[in-house]
């Protein structure tokens, strides 16, 4: 059996599904359109982690009121606006590793660059899209995990 172990850090392809919010607040996502477009996506989780690892955590004691006991937490110091603007720009960039069949108004193909990621996660269409696929990647991991452990 020949497996690419490279292949494993490109993700996923999910068909572009459009969604809507209902008048009770809840979002309906459609079934995709047979000439929809695809996004090929990856988790999220191994670059959350790498952010988190790059940066000092501090902690300090603070006083529950409810318990009325000192209880220690532990904090991230909060990042520029700038550097937090950059750092979600890499996070969908490395999110999203391909595109497929998404054209521009003068029907130019959108390719997967940096730029064309982020702007498309500007449309809350998308980014609902994108939310809802990173949300189906998350539950599929902790099933294949749950299996894993039966095992």
Known sequence: MVIDIDKSSEGEWFTFFESRIGTDGKVIYDD???????VCIRSIGPFIEEKQGQR???YEFVLNPQT???ERVGYYDEIPPEQAKNEQGDLWDYAITGLEGFYDKNGK???AT?????KLMALPLFDRFIARCLQLLGSAETQAKEDEAKN
């Open 32 to 38: 995709p359109k047979p000439d929809a477009g695809r």
């Open 56 to 58: 000092k955590r501090k």
């Open 68 to 70: 009325r006991a000192m």
């Open 109 to 111: 193909e959108i390719t």
């Open 114 to 118: 940096r730029e064309n990621k982020i």
